[in-house]
Nanobody, 127 residues
Framework: QVQLVESGGGLVQAGGSLRLSCAVSGRTFSRYAMGWFRQAPGKEREFVAAITWSGLNTVYADSVKGRFTVSRDNSKNTVYLQMNSLAPEDTAVYYC????????????????????WGQGTQVTVSS
């Protein structure tokens, strides 16, 4: 049974930082690309960042480029999202997800390309 568990969310002031973690179990983590998505109240889920299985390739939404960094530690079966210079518009529930296919050489941005999802962690940025 594959499980993804996010942590690290919370309340932070604008301009602050948070680091989200997503621990994965039940599948060989190192074979799969990972993605981060978010969903704000009343809005559709949107792509945030993704990283390939090797960690060599990453991709970011334009709205977070230069502020967020995705990384992974395959020895710990964990993917991270470092979020800096947070703004109120970053307020959302953040989800990690695992790629549907293994050893993919590109980081995917569409949610249907992921087949396992975490329960989400709330990030609230106050102005």
């Amino acid at each position: 049974q594959v499980q993804l568990v996010e942590s690290g969310g919370g309340l932070v002031q604008a301009g602050g930082s948070l680091r989200l973690s997503c621990a994965v179990s039940g599948r060989t983590f190192s074979r799969y690309a990972m993605g981060w998505f978010r969903q704000a109240p009343g809005k559709e889920r949107e792509f945030v960042a993704a990283i390939t299985w090797s960690g060599l390739n990453t991709v970011y939404a334009d709205s977070v480029k230069g502020r967020f960094t995705v990384s992974r530690d395959n020895s710990k079966n964990t993917v991270y999202l470092q979020m800096n210079s947070l703004a109120p518009e970053d307020t959302a529930v953040y989800y990690c997800a695992e790629d549907r296919n293994y050893y993919s050489n590109y980081a995917k941005t569409l949610d249907y390309e992921y087949d396992y999802w975490g329960q989400g962690t709330q990030v609230t940025v106050s102005s």
